[in-house]
């Protein structure tokens, strides 16, 4: 989708708010369930749960654009703001990023924390993991693997 996606990962918080500011994740939430939006809109919005100025709104979108999660068009005076990616879109670019990220620390060691992660949140995904694992071990012996083997 041209721009390079930008954001930073903090293991250390939840949720969205692992790879977006609070205000940042609000915004996005706004836009990925009404589509486009101007600024009013997204601070009419917003400002139902809290008290959010229109300066810090205006600012914070164009942020959020300017590290390419958003799409910006002029109509008069106004600018409404889209989303490029859904949100569906969004979390798997991240996964997949993240992934590539603590991949280069020791695969081995994350993929052991994520199987034991999921063991503890939902014992019937380790099933589902494996018959995932075979599936791509009989696609890599058969040579159709959307990814070039590793020498």
């Known amino acids: 989708m041209g721009q390079e996606l930008k954001f ?3 293991p250390f918080k939840q949720g969205l708010n692992q790879v977006l500011g609070t205000l940042e994740k609000d915004i996005m ?3 990925w369930k009404h589509g486009e939006s101007s600024i009013k809109d997204i ?3 917003i400002s139902t749960d809290k008290k959010i100025s229109y300066s810090t709104v ?4 164009n942020r959020i654009e300017k590290k390419g999660l958003l799409r910006k068009r002029k109509v008069g005076k106004a600018y409404f703001y889209q989303p490029v990616y859904t949100k569906e879109q969004f979390l798997e670019l ?3 990023k993240i992934v590539e990220g603590v991949s280069e620390f020791s695969l081995q060691s994350v993929m052991v924390h994520f199987i034991d992660c999921m063991a503890e949140l939902d014992p019937a995904k380790i099933e589902y993991f494996s018959k995932l694992i075979e599936k791509k071990k009989q696609s890599l012996i058969s040579g159709n693997s959307r990814y070039p083997k590793k020498a």
């Open 8 to 10: 930073h990962f903090n």
């Open 29 to 31: 939430e706004v836009l």
């Open 43 to 45: 601070v009419d919005t």
């Open 58 to 61: 205006i600012t914070v979108t």
């Open 94 to 96: 991240v996964s997949k």
